[in-house]
């Protein structure tokens, strides 16, 4: 177990209490973000992913439209 945590097992590394060293370099920040982005096993990592994709489009929706969803309909 050790061994896989010290490997970066996922969840158990984050069981066994590990914590990896901060990334180096552009390519290795990339490849650690999409390890976690892509890390089916550990539920809180999948919340914050799944969170922070569900705030990015609720930017997108209120910031680069035109249309505003809020505002009275004109009557006929």
Do not use: E
Not at 19 to 38: D, E, K, M, Y
Not at 42 to 58: M, S
Request: net charge positive.
């Amino acid at each position: 177990m050790a061994a896989t945590a010290a490997a970066g097992g996922g969840a158990a590394a984050a069981a066994a209490g590990a914590v990896a060293a901060p990334p180096r370099g552009i390519r290795a920040w990339l490849r650690s973000a999409f390890r976690f982005a892509t890390d089916r096993n550990d539920f809180r990592r999948n919340l914050l992913v799944n969170l922070g994709l569900f705030a990015a489009g609720v930017w997108v929706a209120r910031n680069l439209t035109d249309i505003d969803l809020m505002a009275p309909q004109p009557v006929p």
